[in-house]
């Protein structure tokens, strides 16, 4: 934290200076295999694009960027969702079958460019239900559309109240940095 | 600056080309190599720090078993995101035939003779395309040298 308040103060962070303290905007980096559904819907619950209180319909869902309509050549990058309330910038990537590793990944080449703090990287999977994998296989793999679209949804709405609470225990941790 | 060799695992291939980077890889012993073939290395996620060079470079390897390509875009991506670039982190895949089944026998359990199987036939495997990868290294090497001599004339230049 000491580096990253150092780099804040040379210019070369991110940072928000409030009054007379500062925090550090944080980029926080929610993944999942394809980057297509659970990560674009944690993104989208972090920016308030979705409520938290009730689930969502097929058409808000449909509405969200990138939801259900990334292609292969999108595996691997990093695309830009939106700015929270507290200035912390939101992406989604989709890193195929890297597992939880690519948070560490991502985290570990934060903290060798002097960035540590800077970045959180959230694993969507763990709260992807076996619709989602399969709505997500038919719709964006073998090019199955409508029955994957319809089975997709379905396990999002069932998945949704895990992804409202996974987003609340990072928008929190975000807040500490 | 900082350079990372990106490849199946962090401790076999990459390792080696890093190894080659800063030359301190003898006689193409890699059992010699600090770090060879131990997996609990790679398990972390993180780069593994391997030494520096003349010109105070850091390098570093990483593992990312099947998903090279994908993994050195995104960290590409990030460096952009957090204000950095090419001068600052480079990323250099080293991926070769072989290397899944190296992951393969890497995921044995280390202790005793599996140990010995791991270092050995990964080292077999490894051996048969290794002038290929000191090519590589050695021309990676000098594009680097260009770039930063690219660099230093603009500066001058601009002074």
Redesign the interface.
């Known amino acids: 934290m000491e580096s990253s308040l150092k780099q804040c103060i040379k210019g070369?962070?991110?940072c928000i200076v409030l009054e007379d303290t500062w925090r550090i905007v944080v980029?926080v980096?929610y993944h999942c295999f394809g980057g297509s559904h659970s990560s674009v819907i944690a993104a989208a619950l972090h920016l308030g694009l979705l409520e938290k209180h009730r689930l969502p319909t097929r058409q808000e869902l449909m509405a969200l960027p990138y939801f259900d309509k990334t292609h292969d050549e999108d595996?691997?990058?990093?695309r830009f969702m939106g700015v929270d309330s507290s200035a912390n910038?939101i992406?989604v990537?989709g890193?195929?079958?890297?597992g939880d590793?690519?948070?560490?990944?991502?985290?570990?080449?934060?903290?060798?460019?002097g960035?540590d703090g800077?970045?959180m990287a959230v694993d969507c999977m763990s709260r992807v239900n076996i619709f989602m994998k399969i709505g997500g296989f038919f719709s964006r793999r073998i090019g199955l559309v409508f029955p994957g679209r319809y089975i997709l949804i379905r396990g999002s709405r069932m998945a949704f109240m895990n992804l409202v609470n996974l987003i609340e225990t990072i928008r929190l941790k975000s807040l500490k940095v | 600056m900082q350079i990372i060799f990106l490849g199946t695992t962090a401790v076999h291939r990459s390792l080696i080309a890093a190894a080659m980077y800063l030359g301190s890889l003898k006689d193409y012993d890699f059992s010699m190599l600090h770090g060879f073939g131990d997996m609990s290395a790679d398990l972390s996620g993180h780069p593994v720090y391997i030494g520096e060079d003349s010109d105070g470079t850091r390098v570093y390897t990483l593992g990312a078993g099947s998903e090279v390509e994908i993994t050195c875009k995104s960290i590409e991506q990030l460096r952009g995101i957090l204000g950095y670039d090419e001068t600052e982190l480079v990323i250099k895949p080293v991926v070769s035939p072989g290397d899944g089944i190296i992951k393969l026998i890497s995921s044995f359990p280390i202790a005793g003779i599996e140990k010995y199987l791991n270092i050995t036939l990964s080292s077999i495997i490894l051996k048969r395309n290794l002038d290929e990868l000191e090519q590589d290294i050695i021309a990676f090497k000098k594009s680097l040298k260009r770039e930063r001599k690219k660099r230093e004339q603009k500066a001058a230049s601009r002074n």
């Open positions: 070369k962070n991110d980029k980096i595996f691997g990058t990093i910038e992406y990537l890193r195929k079958s890297m590793r690519y948070s560490q990944m991502i985290t570990g080449v934060a903290k060798i460019l960035a800077q970045v």
